[in-house]
């Protein structure tokens, strides 16, 4: 399906050091080098995203996107959400699929982070 595309290195650059799972937090450092929206919100640029499975069992909002600054760390909370898991197939890298909306404009619809069998959908707002 053309409106799917299956994003990598074109519009993510995912830091290979950049990925850590536990066994209840994960996070990936990625850069997101043209806009993309996240439930609603416009992202670019360098961000953390952290699932954490004990807010996921508690009903809370599980995935939180930070800006990301390589000097400082985490900075202010960009958007969070309750996500919608999904088994997959485990993968390498961290993994992003993405729709075309209007002209020029992405949807981030579900992201898997490296090392992990889940993948986490995006809710639409």
Known sequence: MKSRILLGALLIV????GTRASST???TIVNFVDPVQVKGELIMGAVMIVH???KMSKGE?????YRFDRAK????????????????TAVTTTTFTIVSTDPG???LVEYQI?????GHGV???
């Not at 490296?114 to 889940?118: L, V």
């Open 61 to 65: 909002p599980c995935t939180t996107f």
């Open 114 to 118: 490296a090392g992990d069998s889940e």
């Open 14 to 17: 995912v830091c290979a050091a």
């Open 73 to 88: 760390g985490p900075q202010e909370e960009l958007v969070s959400f309750h996500c919608r898991p999904a088994q997959r």
């Open 25 to 27: 937090r994960q996070w």
């Open 105 to 107: 404009c992405r949807k």
């Open 52 to 54: 954490d499975d004990v």
């Open 123 to 125: 809710p639409e707002k």
